[in-house]
Structure formats: C-alpha cells, structure tokens
C-alpha cells in the first residue's frame, strides 16, 4: 500500500535523523540513545500486539456492515490501551534500572541512560493512542489519515529537532521525538470522526 509505504519511509528518516544527532553528541550519548530506544521498541511491541487485534476485529466490522461491533471494538482498544500504558509505565518505574543494565555492561552509558530514562516512561502515555488507532485504521483500509499524521509529524519534527538540540543537547532530541509520537496520536484521534463517516456510509 502507498500510503503505508510513505508512513515507513518517514519514519525511517526519523529514525537515522535520530541517530545522526544521537552520534553528533557523542558516542556514549548514541549507546544510551540505542538503549533506550530499544526499551521503548518494546513497548511499542507490545501495544502493536493489541493493534493488531484491533486491526482484525475492525476489518471484520467493516466486512460485516457492523458499525455496532466497530465501536465496541474502539471502545475495548481504549480500555486495554489504558490498562496496558498503566503496567508499561509501573513495569518500566521500578525495573528500569535492572533493564537498562541487561542491555549494557558499560558504567557510563547506563549512568546516562538512567539519565533520559524519563522520556521512555512517558512514552505509552503520549504514543499508545497512535499505535492502537493505526490498528483500527488499516483493519478498516482507510489510510490515508496515517499517510498525512506521518507526514505532518515529520514536517513538525524536523524544524523542532534542528531547534531546539542546540539548545538542549539530547533532552531537546528526546522532546522532539515525543512531540512526534505526540502529532500523530492526535491527528489519528482527530481523524477517528472520518473513519466513523466512512463506516456510517456502509448500508
């Protein structure tokens, strides 16, 4: 799908823009950056798994002319959602030191990665709205709002991040990427009144 391809290819420039920046702050700022991203890639993981449902139950609805069963779906992601940002962010409270220390032996990057830890923490919090709705959106094949989130969000995060890391250094990198995954569980959220048109369309 086109619009599915676009959303990766922005977010893989994301990501190498990223680390391009992690790395120009230096290398122990780069390890600690890889760590921490790696813990919040499973987080993003796990909520992915309940989008996935999401996804399949949401396609089912569509095939079925079900608008009842659509909605009780989003109403179920929205509750899990909240019950699994909940553990994500209890989890990753009080075993985030023992995490880090897994992915690295290195005294100075982990000094450092407990350092942004915070970033991690809030990151379900600001991203899950986006990752569970992008289920709901593709099950339902409309995706052309996920298209424009990530391409909206790349167009917000690139002059943010060229902004505000000279000012901030890697707190600045961190807080452009949760404005990032913030833009799109926004726009995804704002667009859930387009995807109720195109279910009340089915007869």
């Known amino acids: 799908n086109t619009n599915l391809m676009i959303r990766t290819a922005c977010l893989l420039t994301v990501n190498n823009i990223i680390a391009a920046a992690g790395a120009a702050l230096g290398t122990v700022v780069l390890a600690a950056n890889a760590v921490l991203f790696q813990l919040k890639d499973i987080m993003s993981f796990l909520v992915d798994g309940m989008a996935n449902g999401a996804s399949v139950f949401s396609g089912r609805a569509l095939g079925q002319k079900n608008r009842a069963l659509f909605w009780q779906i989003l109403k179920i992601t929205y509750k899990w959602l909240f019950v699994l940002v909940f553990l994500l962010m209890l989890g990753f409270t009080f075993g985030s030191t023992f995490l880090i220390n897994c992915f690295t032996d290195l005294e100075e990057v982990a000094v450092l990665a407990e350092t942004y830890k915070y970033y991690v923490l809030i990151?379900?919090?600001?991203?899950?709205?986006?990752?569970?709705?992008?289920?709901?959106?593709?099950?339902?094949?409309y995706t052309v709002p996920i298209r424009n989130m990530m391409l909206i969000a790349l167009a917000v995060f690139w002059p943010v991040e060229r902004l505000l890391v000279p000012l901030l250094g890697n707190d600045g990198l961190w807080?452009?990427?949760?404005?990032?995954?913030?833009?799109?569980?926004?726009i995804l959220f704002y667009s859930l009144r387009k995807l109720r048109e195109k279910i009340y369309k089915i007869k």
């Open 123 to 141: 990151y379900p919090l600001i991203a899950g709205i986006g990752l569970a709705l992008y289920g709901m959106f593709t099950g339902a094949t």
């Open 175 to 186: 807080i452009s990427f949760l404005i990032f995954v913030g833009i799109q569980s926004l």
